[in-house]
Antibody, heavy 119, light 107 residues
Framework: EVQLVESGGGLVQPGGSLRLSCAAS????????MNWVRQAPGKGLEWVSY????????YYADSVKGRFTISRDNAKNSLYLQMNSLRAEDTAVYYC????????????WGQGTMVTVSS | DIQMTQSPSTLSASVGDRVTITCRAS??????LAWYQQKPGKAPKLLIY???SLESGVPSRFSGSGSGTEFTLTISSLQPDDFATYYC?????????FGQGTKVEIK
């Protein structure tokens, strides 16, 4: 079964750090570009970051640029999001999502992991 | 960045109704548009890609059309399972901007 499973969410104080992981299974992870998308409570979807299959191309939303770092380990079939200098407005469910092919729609999504930034 | 605007924000409809949701891009995105369905507490689900291509396994009552800056998602006969929030997303740029969502409610 094609599957993405996020982990690493939790409660963190403003200014703190957190690392999210996304474990992929059921497909050739190294062949696909990946993304992180977040959704604040009661709000819409916000694209956060993109990484190509070989990690050669990376993009960030302006709202997280300089604070978040996306990475992947194709040998471990895993995607990561290192989040530093966290703010209250980063509170959201974070989803990892697979590109259908290259720069494309997101056809596979994880179940999400909740990040709460609060003192 | 490209901005995506959906209308309406909320739509009240009955089972069997034909429903249309509109999405407008702030600049041309050719046909690089997707539609997703999201139910409360669940991850989004891809319905349509490349503006009008139906994702595998998605019922044929869902259809998409448009190109350039104006797009529509149509549900030909609304079913009980279709009450959800729908999002459009452009992927003309790597910054895959989403619309603000359209909630389809029971009338």
């Amino acid at each position: 079964e094609v599957q993405l499973v996020e982990s690493g969410g939790g409660l963190v104080q403003p200014g703190g750090s957190l690392r999210l992981s996304c474990a992929a299974s059921g497909f050739t992870f190294s062949s696909y570009s990946m993304n992180w998308v977040r959704q604040a409570p009661g709000k819409g979807l916000e694209w956060v970051s993109y990484i190509s299959s070989s990690s050669s191309t990376i993009y960030y939303a302006d709202s997280v640029k300089g604070r978040f770092t996306i990475s992947r380990d194709n040998a471990k079939n895993s995607l990561y999001l290192q989040m530093n200098s966290l703010r209250a407005e980063d509170t959201a469910v974070y989803y990892c999502a697979r590109d259908r092919s290259g720069k494309d729609a997101f056809d596979i999504w994880g179940q999400g992991t909740m990040v709460t930034v609060s003192s | 960045d490209i901005q995506m605007t959906q209308s309406p924000s909320t739509l009240s409809a009955s089972v069997g109704d034909r429903v249309t949701i509109t999405c407008r891009a702030s600049q041309s995105i050719s046909s690089w548009l997707a539609w997703y369905q999201q139910k409360p507490g669940k991850a989004p689900k891809l319905l349509i890609y490349k503006a009008s291509s139906l994702e595998s396994g998605v019922p044929s009552r869902f259809s998409g059309s448009g190109s350039g800056t104006e797009f529509t998602l149509t549900i030909s006969s609304l079913q009980p399972d279709d009450f959800a929030t729908y999002y459009c997303q452009q992927y003309n740029s790597y910054h895959g901007t989403f619309g603000q969502g359209t909630k389809v409610e029971i009338k």
